[in-house]
């Protein structure tokens, strides 16, 4: 049986993986993407292949890809509040995939194209999605809320086509629409979702709301009760899987809520450490192999300190 550590104990943690050794589907690029949680997340879901799996924030539904592209679970249903997110969920999985990728692939990318597509905002649902997508594209770390800024000099000075890749968009899209039938997309309430099936046993939960810290400056719909969720989320009789960022309230109302919780180590793309929290009802299918040895992390710790 794995003993719970404090979350406050700094001898103990998960440890993220590389993302870049993580097979990747979203071709959206998102500000606290959930790419790292993948062998997590497989671990968790692997022996649930009979279940449905509801992310009730897609966002970039990283996980939930993950699980119907590779068979994890029997259905993914994908929930999104924000309405351009939805109509790119929806343009690809309810039959527009190929529309969308030869826009992308025959896009020609300058600067005034991009504005003139930006600035449409009477377009149809897939309009919305290339739109979306070239604005997640050319926007610093992916953030598509309100005054967020454009990615400057880039990857070797190309500016802000420095994250326009076609093909890999192309491939990821269609990869997706592959596995359409066992997807489905709602445009609604995360809270709303839940309570519908908070009682189905065979029904499995992972929420990646937006966080207590950054999650206003980076998403249009942010706004959460974060002590609410937790409350309904108690209820929820099938599994669950949860992660937040490492603040004080979060820890009380996981507390409050008997769930259980580990701390996963991550370094940010300026090379800053930090914790996010992993938080579940049960997390004993967590294996040594997610564990940083307290010698390594200690010693991890003392080059971060200087001592």
Known sequence: MMIQQSLFDEDIVLKAPNVSKVPQYSPLRYPGGKTWLYPFAKRWLINNKDNILIEPFAGGASIGLAAAIEGWVKRVILVEKDADVFSLWHTIIEGDAEWLTDKIIHFDFTEGNVNRVLAGTNGTPRDKAFALILNNRISRSG????????????????????????????????????????????????????????????????????????????????????????????????????????????????????????????????????????????????????RLSAVRHRREAELRTGT
């Not at 967020?148 to 000099?153: D, S, T």
């Not at 029904?203 to 959460?224: N, Q």
Request: with cysteine.
């Open 143 to 290: 953030i598509v809320a309100p005054g967020a800024g454009r990615v400057r000099h880039g990857e070797n000075g190309k500016g802000i086509k420095s994250r326009w890749y076609p093909q890999t968009l192309q491939r990821r899209i269609l990869t997706i629409a592959r596995h359409k039938e066992k997807i489905s997309v709602i445009h609604g309430d995360a809270t709303d979702m839940i309570h519908q099936h908070i009682h189905d046993k065979d029904v499995l939960f992972f929420m990646d709301p937006p966080y207590t810290k950054a999650g206003k400056r980076l998403y249009p719909h942010s706004e959460i009760d974060h002590e609410r969720l937790f409350a309904s989320a108690a209820c929820i009789k099938g599994g669950l899987l949860m992660t937040y960022d490492h603040a004080e309230e979060i820890v009380r109302f996981a507390h409050k809520n008997g769930f259980r919780y580990e701390k996963i180590l991550m370094q940010t793309a300026h090379h800053l450490r930090k914790y996010e929290l992993l938080i579940g009802k049960d997390l004993s299918w967590l294996s040594s192999q997610f």
